[in-house]
């Protein structure tokens, strides 16, 4: 258990909600926190920093590849802080390249795993809907003032019994499941490990992928990235596929070689695909994924919904009573 104070570095836009539940449901008088409003701290107050709370405010319109100032402030403060034992961060991915680094220099790193699950799960539902159901093709037509039913070779197909593999069996592989599973749709799990679960939903490793694509109707990616996951969907990969076939990616972009996607839906090979996620965020302006008819695309937003900001916050709180308490942490990176 904690017997000195401990300095939290937060975002100064959520404090408040914190503090107070932090106070009232775990009587943390030994909580400090330190507030960040987008300008570096001294580093006699940086030297002070125990734990970090990274909540989505401050990576803001932030990716991978480009931030914003006030984000990579905060990050350089990350790396840069001489006390800092802990980053607990929104998201449910930790491969940002600084996360990686932080892990790699012996500090915890947690994530939010969980709390994004139900939200990220149904985009992806709508995901399906909307590209069975032709939604892009009637968004066009209505824009055009054409009444265009869903006639001969545009009647689409029904869901019921179609085949989906699914990578990934996280919470937002299991909610994906689920729904997945209201509409009557078959489902393979691919995972690190071919075990089957209570409810027998049939499971296979990844290299076992290849000789089941023949076989998908619908691959669905919900997986962290790893070095195995990274272009677990290449060319090779898209070419087994079944014609026909739709891809629905809330990943990671570097899961999906992008040029050999690009390449299968221009020749109509993979029938449509719903990209959340892209190799390089954001998509360059010149993309062909942004005029494609048989792709919709997402800013990395498949996640986002307003009841995020509490359900982070509450599991950062849980977290931090288990670090005071001296319990292990939730959803700590390996």
Request: hydrophobic share 45%; with cysteine.
């Amino acid at each position: 258990m904690a017997t000195q104070a401990l300095n939290i570095l937060i975002s100064a836009k959520i404090l408040a909600y914190v503090r107070e539940a932090a106070s009232s449901r775990y009587g943390l008088e030994q909580i400090h926190f330190i507030p960040y409003s987008g300008q570096p701290l001294d580093e006699q107050t940086l030297a002070q920093v125990d734990i970090a709370f990274v909540s989505r405010d401050i990576t803001g319109r932030s990716t991978k590849y480009v931030l914003d100032p006030a984000t990579d402030i905060f990050y350089q403060m990350l790396e840069h802080a001489p006390n800092l034992q802990w980053v607990h961060v929104h998201s449910a991915g930790v491969d940002r390249p600084v996360y990686v680094r932080l892990r790699d220099k012996g500090l915890n790193v947690t994530s939010s795993t969980g709390a994004l699950s139900g939200i990220v799960a149904q985009s992806a539902l709508a995901a399906v809907l909307a590209l069975n159901r032709r939604f892009r093709f009637l968004e066009q037509a209505q824009r055009e003032h054409v009444w265009a039913p869903l006639l001969d070779e545009l009647m689409p197909a029904d869901l019921q019994g179609q085949h989906v593999l699914l990578a990934g069996w996280g919470p937002i592989a299991q909610t994906i499941q689920r729904y997945l599973n209201m509409l009557g749709m078959r489902v393979t799990v691919l995972r690190n490990s071919a075990v089957t679960t209570p409810t027998d939903i049939p499971m296979v490793p990844y290299e076992a992928m290849h000789r089941l694509l023949p076989d998908t109707d619908w691959l669905i990616l919900a997986c962290p990235l790893t070095e195995t996951t990274r272009r677990l969907v290449d060319r090779t990969a898209l070419d087994a596929m079944k014609p026909g076939a739709c891809i629905v990616n809330v990943s990671r972009g570097e899961v999906i070689e992008e040029a050999a996607l690009i390449d299968a839906l221009c020749n109509e090979h993979i029938a449509g695909a719903y990209l959340d996620v892209v190799e390089k965020e954001p998509l360059e302006s010149d993309s062909p994924l942004w005029d494609m008819p048989n792709v919709i695309v997402s800013p990395h937003t498949a996640g986002h919904s307003t009841g995020n900001e509490a359900r982070v916050a509450d599991m950062f709180l849980e977290n931090l009573n288990n670090w005071v308490q001296g319990l292990p942490l939730r959803n700590l990176a390996r």
